[in-house]
């Protein structure tokens, strides 16, 4: 049965949730459960092909090195333990293991759409999805290798944020939103809330999401759990100035501007904490991406 991210501007009566039988979406999931949290991050230039990766845990960075990647990347998505990236100008991507700050390319691809507008990862999953024309893939991303799932012709248009936990996906359009699981390279569309909140974009730990809504020269935060498939109800907690990139890992973020400012926090169990500054960033970063 297929499944639908519920249209952001649907009407109660076109918003029928598709949901496929099995097990449950809000069933706990065994691979998060059972499978260790991943504190990698990894930072790359589209310009020069320059990366460099490090672990960020428990609000604490440690860079583990520079190297270099072909140039032109556009998106990025990291797992429990790999990462994807992704060329949405030429269809050309590469998977590798991502584990204890160090990625190890495995496969090189050249044959992927040019369209994705959106690509995110869970603990073991992955999704593409196009905003205009709805259509989406689901699929593996575990030991360094991306496995195609299913494909999804009626996915709502027009999500312009999404974020994952290790089994939680989240879709965000203005003041509507909708989610559910993402494990086992299927999604299970779980509800929708429309008219409610103004997330912004929104970026995920293992187990919590954050929104970041624009309020001219302020970012607005509101925090949530994001597990089972299920979301809680969202709470403000303060603002910030704009920050350029925010990255994850299973239980931190990095705010980055691309002159190199950058700051540390934590997020785990719906509850967020400042950590601080972080000294001696490089500048010109085009994605920061963790795994979860």
């Known amino acids: 049965m297929k499944k639908s991210l519920v249209a952001a501007l649907a009407t109660s009566a076109m918003a029928v949730l598709l949901v496929a039988p099995g097990t449950p979406a809000g069933a706990a999931s065994p691979f998060c459960n059972q499978t260790v949290p991943n504190s990698s991050i990894f930072f ?7 990366a460099g990766t490090a672990t960020l845990a ?29 060329n949405g100008d030429t269809g050309e991507g590469e998977t590798g293991t ?114 970041l809504a624009s309020n001219g020269s302020q970012l607005r935060y509101k925090v949530s759990t994001a597990t089972n498939g299920q979301v809680g109800n969202f709470r403000e907690i303060g603002t910030s100035g704009v920050w350029d990139i925010v990255g994850r890992t299973a239980d931190s973020l990095f705010f980055y501007k691309t002159d190199g400012t950058s ?17 001696e960033v490089s500048s010109d970063w085009s994605i920061i991406e963790g795994g979860v």
């Not at 604490?60 to 990291?78: C, E, I, M, Q, S």
């Not at 507008?117 to 989406?136: C, K, M, P, V």
């Not at 700051?263 to 000294?279: F, H, M, P, T």
């Open 98 to 211: 991502f584990k204890a700050g160090r990625y190890s390319r495995v496969e090189s691809y050249d044959d992927f759409s040019t369209d994705w507008s959106q690509i995110e990862a869970s603990g073991d999953s992955i999704l593409f999805y196009n905003s205009g024309s709805g259509f989406g893939i689901t699929g593996t991303l575990k030991n360094g290798r991306y496995q195609e799932g299913r494909q999804y012709d009626n996915f709502s248009t027009g999500w312009t944020s999404m974020a994952s936990s290790c089994d939680t996906l989240l879709a965000t359009a203005g003041r509507n939103f909708g989610y559910g699981s993402l494990k086992g390279g299927v999604y299970t569309n779980v509800a929708n809330r429309d008219g409610t909140v103004l997330l912004g974009n929104v970026v995920a730990t293992k187990d919590s999401i954050l929104g």
């Open 263 to 279: 700051w540390i926090s934590k997020l785990s169990g719906g509850r967020y904490a400042n950590v601080g500054s972080l000294n």
């Open 58 to 86: 428990a609000g604490k960075y440690r860079f583990t090195g520079n190297f270099d990647l072909p140039t032109g990347y556009t998106h990025a998505a990291a797992s429990r333990d790999s990462l994807l990236l992704y």
């Open 44 to 50: 790359y230039n589209k310009d020069t092909g320059s």
